[in-house]
């Protein structure tokens, strides 16, 4: 497990187009059954062998769009066009249920960039997030058994300007302890959603937070140019939390 790396150079590389979807008859034949998931670039997590030694009768079929955000859900000229993406994995998929991983982007680095750039309130860009993001997951629930995944703590430590993430968010003046503050709002008031609309959400903050107000140290990825989780600590998270619910 230890030399296990999320890879994203194929998801970078090629058109952001929906993965086949796994057919009835398929599965039926494997005896599996399929999840969806839907999220950023924290999604690829559900890659892990630790969910296939877990789970082994379910196919994570993982569709990973690179910078989403909540708040550009409904934004028809989005960078990433995650939605329409989403859409058609949807559209496609055999799965019953749909796990949905997003926020990072938006609590981490979007609202407070546009805050800054364009003089926006934090409080009212993070309504707009909240908002486009509880739709989408209205509308998947229309259909499908839906799972909310609470989105990761900051990991980019104040002043750390190495990698590319760190260096795209470098324009950000807000500490990782407000960063922080701000992502455990969002995860309330989702949570707070999820529960009043019958959808399931895993809460991962009194696992993920630390001392100081900020992620836990064991939750750091060893790459310091990584501002994902540890992998395996985010898969045992991940793992405790999902029991019983996939």
Same mark, same amino acid.
């Given at each position: 497990?230890?030399?296990?790396?999320? #890879?994203?150079?194929?998801?970078?590389?090629?058109?952001?187009?929906?993965?086949?979807?796994?057919?009835?008859?398929?599965?039926?034949?494997?005896?599996?059954?399929?999840?969806?998931?839907?999220?950023?670039?924290?999604?690829?997590?559900?890659?892990?062998? /630790?969910f296939k030694e877990k789970f082994p009768n379910l196919v994570f079929n993982v569709l990973t769009v690179i910078g989403a955000t909540a708040s550009g859900l409904e934004n028809p000229n989005s960078t990433t066009q995650a939605y329409p993406v989403f859409r058609e994995a949807v559209r496609q998929t055999a799965a019953k249920q749909i796990i949905v991983m997003l926020g990072e982007v938006d609590t981490g680095f979007v609202i407070w960039y546009r805050a800054q750039k364009y003089q926006e309130s934090v409080?009212?860009?993070?309504?707009?997030?909240?908002?486009?993001?509880?739709?989408?997951?209205?509308? /998947?629930?229309?259909?499908?058994?839906?799972?909310?995944?609470?989105?990761?703590?900051? +990991?980019?430590?104040?002043?750390?300007?190495?990698? #590319?993430?760190?260096?795209?968010?470098?324009?950000? +003046?807000?500490?990782?302890?407000?960063? +922080?503050? /701000?992502?455990?709002?969002?995860?309330? %008031?989702?949570?707070?959603?999820?529960?009043?609309?019958? %959808?399931?959400? %895993?809460?991962?903050? #009194? @696992?993920?937070?630390? #001392?100081?107000?900020?992620?836990?140290?064991?939750?750091?990825?060893?790459?310091?140019?990584?501002?994902?989780?540890?992998?395996?600590?985010?898969?045992? @998270?991940? @793992?405790?939390? /999902? +029991?019983?619910?996939?």
């Amino acid at each position: 497990m230890a030399g296990w790396h999320q #890879d994203f150079s194929a998801v970078r590389t090629k058109p952001r187009t929906a993965r086949p979807a796994y057919t009835e008859q398929k599965l039926d034949e494997a005896k599996m059954q399929e999840i969806l998931i839907l999220g950023d670039s924290h999604s690829p997590i559900f890659n892990h062998p /630790l969910f296939k030694e877990k789970f082994p009768n379910l196919v994570f079929n993982v569709l990973t769009v690179i910078g989403a955000t909540a708040s550009g859900l409904e934004n028809p000229n989005s960078t990433t066009q995650a939605y329409p993406v989403f859409r058609e994995a949807v559209r496609q998929t055999a799965a019953k249920q749909i796990i949905v991983m997003l926020g990072e982007v938006d609590t981490g680095f979007v609202i407070w960039y546009r805050a800054q750039k364009y003089q926006e309130s934090v409080a009212a860009l993070m309504d707009k997030a909240i908002s486009s993001y509880s739709r989408f997951l209205s509308e /998947l629930n229309r259909n499908f058994e839906v799972v909310c995944i609470s989105t990761p703590l900051p +990991t980019i430590q104040d002043g750390n300007d190495w990698g #590319d993430i760190a260096n795209a968010r470098r324009e950000v +003046t807000a500490s990782q302890v407000e960063r +922080t503050v /701000l992502t455990l709002e969002f995860n309330r %008031i989702m949570q707070e959603f999820c529960l009043q609309n019958d %959808i399931r959400y %895993i809460m991962l903050d #009194d @696992l993920s937070l630390g #001392d100081g107000g900020i992620v836990k140290a064991g939750l750091l990825n060893s790459d310091c140019n990584d501002h994902h989780y540890n992998p395996e600590q985010y898969s045992r @998270l991940l @793992l405790e939390g /999902l +029991t019983g619910v996939v």
